[in-house]
């Protein structure tokens, strides 16, 4: 796990995020750029949303998903299970910048309550065996074990998907791709718990 200090708040030397007053969704966009992670494009889309608005606290994971190097499951009861994962699918291909391509998506409910979700990613059949609790929750577990499914898969992306620890009374899970050092970059400077 990368653990974090306290949370970031305005930049100093080299674009590197300081303690001191808030993070706005402007400073967050050139953070994000000065570390590779988006491009200027992606930014002007979302701060012409957004503005220079505070990014509070617990809207940071939410800002990050905005600026697509973050991706989230929601754990809370769900009328449709099949959209749940395909909406997961379909985000983290964006996050990726289409470096994995999904296709195929299809879930299987077998009768034992053994489920299975299957699709092709980059070409190769991926199946994952899911459990659904009283069959209106997505398997947050089973995701957590098989995000790396979801990685680039070019030698040279080192960008993977590290879950971001949250309080377990948390509903939602969210994954960050990021290298091995943004994701120190943004342990330490924005807090996040990344493993």
């Given at each position: 796990m990368i653990g974090g200090l306290q949370r970031a708040h305005r930049h100093?030397?080299?674009?590197?995020?300081?303690?001191?007053?808030?993070?706005t969704?402007?400073?967050?966009?050139?953070?994000?750029?000065?570390l590779g992670m988006i491009s200027t494009d992606t930014a002007d889309r979302v701060l012409g949303f957004f503005g220079d608005g505070l990014v509070e606290d617990e809207d940071l994971l939410w800002a990050l998903e905005e600026f697509e190097?973050?991706?989230?499951?929601?754990?809370?009861?769900?009328?449709?299970?099949?959209?749940?994962y395909r909406s997961l699918l379909s985000a983290a291909t964006r996050c990726?910048?289409?470096?994995?391509?999904?296709?195929?998506?299809?879930?299987?409910?077998?009768?034992?309550?053994?489920?299975?979700?299957?699709?092709?990613?980059?070409?190769s059949v991926v199946q994952w065996s899911l459990e659904h609790r009283s069959g209106r929750h997505l398997d947050l577990m089973?995701?957590?074990?098989?995000?790396?499914?979801?990685?680039?898969p070019n030698a040279d992306d080192h960008r993977r998907f590290w879950p971001i620890e949250r309080d377990e009374s948390e509903i939602t899970d969210y994954y960050v791709l990021a290298t091995d050092e943004q994701a120190l970059v943004l342990a330490n400077e924005f807090d996040l718990r990344l493993y």
């Open positions: 100093g030397q080299d674009g590197q995020v300081t303690k001191a007053e808030q993070v969704y402007a400073a967050l966009a050139e953070r994000l750029i000065s190097v973050a991706v989230s499951i929601d754990g809370d009861k769900t009328d449709d299970l099949a959209a749940g990726t910048g289409d470096a994995v391509a999904v296709d195929d998506v299809e879930l299987t409910f077998g009768l034992d309550g053994a489920d299975i979700l299957r699709f092709t990613c980059n070409g089973t995701v957590w074990e098989n995000i790396d499914d979801l990685d680039p």
